[in-house]
Nanobody, 124 residues
Framework: QVQLVESGGGLVQAGGSLRLSCAAS????????MGWFRRLPGKEREFVAA????????YYADSMKGRFTISRDNAKNTVYLEMNSLKPEDTAVYYC?????????????????WGQGTQVTVSS
């Protein structure tokens, strides 16, 4: 059983930056692909970014390319999401997730484990 705990959310002005962290425990972190998802108010969950277990491959939703960067530190059992040039439409609850397959995460087909989410609010 893997537990995921996100942190780093908060309130930021448009154009600002935030760095989300997701700390994993209870499993072999380096054997999982990791992803970030978000749920906007009243919307379905959407894929944000994913990273393979070795960090060799990264994937992004089109609207996040060039603004968001996913990374991981397997020694610290942590995955990060660096978010720059934030827009009010990025306001959402952000979740990290773990799955054996990066492709499953990238295609938003679910995850083996989910964090509880962290709120990001971008003011205009």
């Amino acid at each position: 059983q893997v537990q995921l705990v996100e942190s780093g959310g908060g309130l930021v002005q448009a154009g600002g930056s935030l760095r989300l962290s997701c700390a994993a425990s209870g499993g072999t972190f380096s054997s999982y692909a990791m992803g970030w998802f978000r749920r906007l108010p009243g919307k379905e969950r959407e894929f944000v970014a994913a990273i393979s277990y070795s960090a060799y491959n990264t994937y992004y939703a089109d609207s996040m390319k060039g603004r968001f960067t996913i990374s991981r530190d397997n020694a610290k059992n942590t995955v990060y999401l660096e978010m720059n040039s934030l827009k009010p439409e990025d306001t959402a609850v952000y979740y990290c997730a773990a799955h054996r397959s990066t492709i499953v995460l990238r295609n938003n087909k679910g995850a083996d484990y989910w964090g509880q989410g962290t709120q990001v609010t971008v003011s205009s």
